[in-house]
């Protein structure tokens, strides 16, 4: 059974950090790239980072460039999200997503983990 | 500045025929942006339903398909049953690992 559990949310101040995790089984993970998509409370799903299986090709939505940073680690099957420089708005639930690169989709999805920005 | 549009709500009668449509504000969708569906009900994680423009995703009732109608992605549900009230979204792959969504659709079945 394929599984996507991330974990690494939660309240934090603005300012300051986090480090997501997504950790896969039931897959061989390595084969994959792998995404974060985010979703704000009551709104809409926004893409915002992408990472190739070997890890050679990374890309960031405009909303998080510079401030976040996505990496794997194949020999664990994990994924990472370091968000630095934390707003409001980047309140949200972060689901980690394998990507199907033949057909750029997303075909696997976590169950997310919500990460809250306030003071 | 991309943005991919789809209508806010929607409804259909039980056992009735709904298409959702999702468009980009400048420009005409086409297979070359891998249009991919997804449902989602409150509180659970999105559920993958269409790629590439009209693939069912493995056990998604043939009651969904995918087509481009005119200069739009659409997502035609025939037959809709109540369990399928959710939202859903679809999501063009700009440019080289660029993908963006659309602000959803929320799908009353009644």
């Known amino acids: 059974e394929v599984q996507l559990v991330e974990s690494g949310g939660g309240l934090v101040q603005p300012g300051g950090s986090l480090r997501l995790s997504c950790a896969a089984s039931?897959?061989?993970?390595?084969?994959?790239?792998m995404s974060w998509v985010r979703q704000a409370p009551g709104k809409g799903l926004e893409w915002v980072s992408y990472?190739?299986?070997?890890?050679?090709?990374?890309y960031y939505a405009d909303s998080v460039k510079g401030r976040f940073t996505i990496s794997r680690d194949n020999a664990k099957n994990s994924m990472y999200l370091q968000i630095n420089s934390l707003r409001a708005e980047d309140t949200a639930v972060y689901y980690c997503?394998?990507?199907?690169?033949?057909?750029?989709?997303?075909?696997?999805w976590g169950q997310g983990t919500l990460v809250t920005v306030s003071s | 500045q991309t943005v991919v549009t789809q209508e806010p709500s929607f409804s259909v009668s039980p056992g009735g025929t709904v298409t959702l449509t999702c468009g980009l504000s400048?420009?005409?969708?086409?297979?070359?942006?891998?249009p991919s569906w997804y449902q989602q009900t409150p509180g659970q994680a999105p559920r993958t339903l269409i790629y590439?423009?009209?693939t069912r995703s493995s056990g998604v009732p043939d009651r969904f398909s995918g087509s481009i109608l005119g200069n739009k992605a659409a997502l035609t549900i025939t037959g809709a049953q109540a369990d399928d009230e959710s939202d859903y979204y679809c999501?063009?792959?700009?440019?080289?690992?660029?993908?963006?969504f659309g602000g959803g659709t929320k799908l009353t079945v009644l």
């Open positions: 997503a394998a990507v199907q690169v033949w057909n750029y989709y997303f075909d696997y």
């Open positions: 039931g897959f061989t993970f390595n084969n994959y790239s």
């Open positions: 990472i190739s299986s070997t890890s050679s090709t990374i």
């Open positions: 400048s420009g005409s969708v086409s297979p070359i942006y891998y």
């Open positions: 590439s423009t009209n």
């Open positions: 999501v063009l792959y700009i440019s080289s690992g660029i993908w963006v």
